[in-house]
């Protein structure tokens, strides 16, 4: 289990990751990961949705409830820590209700023809 007193800790919770380049989440250089609920969806590098980089000795994951929009891919798969931490209360959402909440209110309002495109390119598959 992360020591919450010495090491650098990320809550990642109910996000839409889209499109990333090389990787959706990572942690690196012995740092530590929650990533709970969150969707992960990209047509460059699907299988990388959370990874643990080069400098990763050390780095702890801990994953659940992610969905991908990818078939075939698991987010989840990379956890390496058995329980969540405790953290501020979040109001935890399953991942495709997060997403489609996301979806519906990101952005300053009202939202121009650029943002609205952008938007409207976010698919969510594999979630009913």
Not at 78 to 93: F, G, I, L, R, S
Request: proline share 5%; with cysteine.
């Amino acid at each position: 289990q992360p020591n919450i007193t010495n090491d650098i800790m990320c809550d990642f919770t109910n996000n839409i990751v889209w499109q990333w380049k090389n990787f959706g989440s990572c942690v690196d250089y012995g740092a530590t990961l929650q990533a709970r609920n969150n969707f992960y969806q990209s047509t460059v590098n699907p299988g990388n949705a959370i990874v643990k980089n080069r400098e990763s000795s050390g780095a702890k994951v801990y994953s659940a409830g992610n969905i991908s929009g990818n078939a075939g891919v698991n987010p989840n798969n990379v956890t390496n820590v058995t329980n969540a931490w405790v953290v501020a209360p979040v109001t935890m959402q399953a991942a495709c209700i997060a997403a489609a909440s996301v979806k519906a209110t990101v952005g300053a309002r009202p939202l121009d023809a650029i943002d609205q495109g952008l938007i409207n390119a976010v698919s969510l598959p594999n979630c009913q």
